[in-house]
């Protein structure tokens, strides 16, 4: 898959609503590694209160949180994924969120784009936020 520039996309004010709104958040690829950018946003979320579902498919636990294999797993509502996985992977995880019927926003992390998964994502309900950290995002617009 070739680069792409996000053609669906939230603005600041909704990203400001997701971020305020949404509590209960799974973190697709977030990474044992303390030195991953997957971790430090993982961590980052679990300290401001948010309740997160870390998915990796060979950790077992994650700062004190249960690891998921994936989204199906998860038993309780997701109101935002948050993925770190490469762009051609965001399309099965987009099908995942619309299977899961609960996921109100799905976010790729800086450098993920997926254009024709984001469309697929918005035609079932879902807000796309595409090549943003969450964690930045959060910091700028809502503070520590």
Not at 8 to 29: D, F, H, K, Q
Not at 80 to 101: L, N, S, W, Y
Not at 124 to 143: D, K, S, W
Request: hydrophobic share 35%; charged share 30%; glycine share 6%.
């Amino acid at each position: 898959m070739e680069c792409e520039f996000p053609r669906i996309n939230s603005n600041e004010e909704e990203v400001r609503r997701y971020l305020t709104e949404c509590r209960r958040i799974a973190v697709v690829g977030a990474s044992p590694n303390p030195e991953k950018d997957s971790h430090r946003v993982t961590r980052y979320l679990i300290e401001h209160d948010y309740t997160v579902y870390p998915i990796y498919p060979k950790g077992e636990e994650f700062l004190g949180q249960k690891y998921y294999r994936s989204l199906k797993e998860i038993p309780e509502p997701v109101d935002m994924v948050v993925v770190f996985r490469k762009p051609e992977a965001v399309g099965p995880i987009a099908d995942a969120c619309i299977e899961r019927g609960d996921v109100k926003v799905l976010w790729t992390q800086k450098g993920i784009v997926n254009n024709e998964a984001a469309e697929k994502a918005r035609e079932h309900g879902i807000n796309v936020v595409q090549n943003m950290c969450a964690m930045v995002e959060h910091r700028e617009l809502i503070g520590e």
